[in-house]
């Protein structure tokens, strides 16, 4: 499964170079992803990564949740199409991914208005809020 998600990732980086830079460390984590002006937090590498890829077998999932995190504050308003597009996705694991991704409280998604596009806004359940 290492060589599987490896693999994808580099893939990736080929495909959006402007998204991705990829370093690949035999340490403690599969692979460090940088993203110019995003920190992710190692939770998403370390652990959130092996759940969606390996464990749910949604990689779609872990995909847009990397690029919505990669958006300012972790939010977006986007069409199903935009989102296709920008990840490389077919809008229908798109729509998976969503549901999924929905499923495990790592996104939400609202609507301002009937006809304004859904907000989507990427959660981190395993950050306890401070105070």
């Known amino acids: 499964m290492r060589d599987h ?3 994808s ?6 495909k959006y170079p402007w998204h991705f830079a990829l ?7 599969i692979a460090t992803i ?3 002006g995003v920190t992710l ?12 890829v390996g464990h749910d077998r949604a990689p779609s999932a872990f995909i847009l ?6 958006r300012p ?12 597009s920008e990840t490389g996705l077919s809008k229908s694991s798109i729509q998976n991914a969503i549901r ?15 006809a304004a596009p859904l907000i989507y806004q990427t959660r981190r359940p395993w950050v306890r809020a401070s105070g």
């Not at 990732?9 to 080929?14: T, V």
């Open 5 to 7: 998600v490896i693999a």
């Open 9 to 14: 990732l580099k893939s990736l980086e080929r």
């Open 23 to 29: 370093a690949i460390r035999s340490m403690d984590t």
């Open 34 to 36: 940088t993203m110019p």
């Open 41 to 52: 937090d190692s939770h998403v590498i370390n652990v959130l990564m092996r759940d969606l």
């Open 65 to 70: 949740y990397l690029w919505l995190a990669a």
């Open 73 to 84: 504050g972790g939010r977006c308003a986007a069409s199903l199409q935009t989102l296709a």
């Open 100 to 114: 999924h991704l929905e499923r495990r409280k790592l996104i939400e998604a609202r609507r301002n208005g009937p």
